[in-house]
């Protein structure tokens, strides 16, 4: 086996493995079946098998016990914030509770992101989200309007000068994208949302960092409204 095979191999039982245990088809508490027979369903090398679990471990997934064999660890001990396992449980959520997470966590983070990136962004920090904002602008269908409004809000986090905060975002980006498209797929005009970020960039160019952070969050609650409204009328209803 080449060893860009063994790596993408690797990847896959990683893939697998994590996605059952988060979507709780392997529950807390589970001990998983023997290395042999376990690398044996799968189809893959005990090799394999070993370091695809190392990986799991090292996210908090699973713990190798002795006498006891390898048991899948509460939801609490699990690096939540680790890209992998924040996808995985994203992808086996139901879309109504992916969604009042999420939009927890934007309303925590983003407004104070708006007024952070007000007081101190560059020329050219404020360059890259006015950039943004005229690809929103000038956007021809929903998957265009997503993808630059995920460049909308990357450009203002990587204006706040914070750099734990710029790295938050590689962390949330895959799932921040998917909330993005969900969005624009569930609205009527797929561009409603423009005059908030129009407000936030305006905020944030003349250094306003109070009516910045005001605009992000009317723009977040006004997003948790809008896809409110189209559930509650079933036009878009996902389990």
């Not at 245990?21 to 090799?47: C, F, H, Y």
């Not at 009042?100 to 992101?113: D, G, Q, S, T």
């Not at 006015?130 to 993808?147: I, K, L, V």
């Not at 905060?165 to 921040?176: D, N, R, T």
């Amino acid at each position: 086996m080449k060893f860009s095979d063994a790596r993408s191999l690797h990847g896959q039982v990683v893939r697998e493995l994590g996605t059952r245990i988060v979507a709780g088809d392997l529950k807390p508490g589970d001990v998983l079946p023997r290395e042999d027979a376990l690398a044996e369903s799968m189809q893959v090398s005990r090799n394999a098998l070993r370091e695809a679990l190392k990986v799991l471990a090292a996210k908090g997934l699973i713990e190798a016990r002795p006498k006891t064999g390898t048991r899948v660890r509460p939801t609490e001990a699990w690096s939540q914030l680790d890209a992998d396992v924040l996808s995985w449980r994203c992808a086996s959520m139901p879309t109504d509770d992916f969604i009042e997470k999420l939009i927890e966590m934007r309303e925590i983070i983003e407004p104070a992101a708006a007024a952070a990136a007000a007081k101190r962004r560059t020329t050219a920090q404020l360059a890259k989200i006015d950039a943004a904002y005229r690809r929103m602008e000038a956007a021809q269908d929903a998957s265009d309007w997503a993808e630059a409004d995920l460049s909308f809000h990357n450009a203002v986090l990587q204006a706040t000068g914070n750099e734990m905060m710029i790295s938050l975002f590689s962390v949330i980006e895959s799932v921040l994208g998917m909330f993005f498209v969900l969005s624009a797929q569930t609205a009527g005009n797929f561009k409603y949302s423009l005059p908030h970020h129009q407000k936030v960039l305006e905020a944030i160019r003349r250094s306003q960092s109070e009516a910045a952070r005001k605009a992000m969050q009317a723009m977040i609650v006004d997003s948790r409204a809008n896809l409110d409204k189209r559930r509650k009328k079933g036009l878009k209803k996902v389990s």
